[in-house]
């Protein structure tokens, strides 16, 4: 479970920093919001209400607002101090901002384009969420969202694994949570459509991979300290003082290259297209 407080924290504490060290999750942004032509069935012109869950620092934000000059946004993000740097850089007319857990707020609106870049990774009912948010989607509406997958820092839980193997520490130890695949996402949505596809959803989804160089393991560390995004799961730790400076250790020693070590991000990519009128009706 992620617990939640902890993530408001940390993403307001490093509100200032996100841009500067978020690129993959910039340019995951970029290529979600650029292919949305691919899959749109009404005009970009005929989108009057986006919802965007995570809005951040307003990088995806501003994207919207610049495609879709004739739409209402309404921008969510659970952590107070992103909403507010984002609230002193963009003051279009059109967007609202609102602090707000999207598992727990209450949506009284029905919306043409959902929108979400690299957050459904903090769900604690991924299903649930979705369910929810396809239902407020109106006729030939899209959520589109990307989101990591379970190949995201693979090299940082195999020197977690090798770190435990060699200083002989049992039970369960983690740096972070288990990402789902491409399939376990499918096969969750595949659910929600019901028998015959009653829900009248068709689903496109394709992955990717981008990969980060680093001088050091504690440097690709520190970069996803200063962003926030490092473990927010409830739980305790090893307590073993020598573990993680082993884990940096064989990080360093194995996953580097002309004198550069690896980071591997697992990019995920869904655009559920909301057909259920036509197919019901």
Not at 95 to 119: G, K, P, Q
Request: net charge negative.
């Amino acid at each position: 479970m992620i617990d939640k407080e902890k993530l408001k924290r940390r993403f307001s504490r490093n509100a200032k920093n996100y841009d500067e060290y978020a690129n993959v999750q910039k340019k995951m942004g970029s290529f979600l919001v650029d292919n949305l032509v691919k899959h749109t069935i009404i005009e970009c012109s005929q989108i009057k209400k986006i919802l965007e869950i995570g809005c951040g620092t307003g990088y995806v934000t501003r994207k919207l607002a610049n495609d879709y000059p004739n739409a209402q946004i309404t921008a969510v993000d659970i952590a107070p101090g992103m909403i507010e740097l984002v609230k002193s850089t963009i003051q279009n007319n059109n967007i609202d901002f609102i602090c707000a857990d999207i598992e727990e707020i209450y949506i009284v609106d029905n919306y043409d384009l959902i929108v979400s870049n690299a957050t459904f990774q903090w769900l604690n009912d991924f299903e649930k969420t979705v369910a929810r948010l396809i239902g407020i989607l109106n006729e030939n509406g899209i959520l589109c969202f990307s989101t990591f997958g379970q190949h995201t820092f693979q090299e940082l839980h195999e020197a977690f694994d090798k770190a435990k193997n060699i200083l002989e520490i049992e039970g369960a130890v983690s740096p972070g949570q288990v990402f789902y695949s491409l399939n376990d996402l499918e096969q969750i949505i595949y659910s929600l459509m019901g028998q015959n596809n009653q829900n009248g959803l068709n689903i496109h989804s394709f992955e990717s991979y981008e990969r980060e160089y680093f001088d050091r393991c504690i440097d690709f560390l520190n970069t996803v300290k200063k962003i926030g995004a490092n473990k927010s799961q409830r739980g305790k730790n090893t307590s073993n003082p020598g573990f993680i400076e082993k884990v940096i250790e064989i990080y360093d020693n194995d996953y580097s290259a002309d004198n550069k070590v690896v980071a591997t991000y697992h990019n995920l990519y869904f655009y559920l297209v909301n057909n259920r009128f036509n197919a019901i009706g």
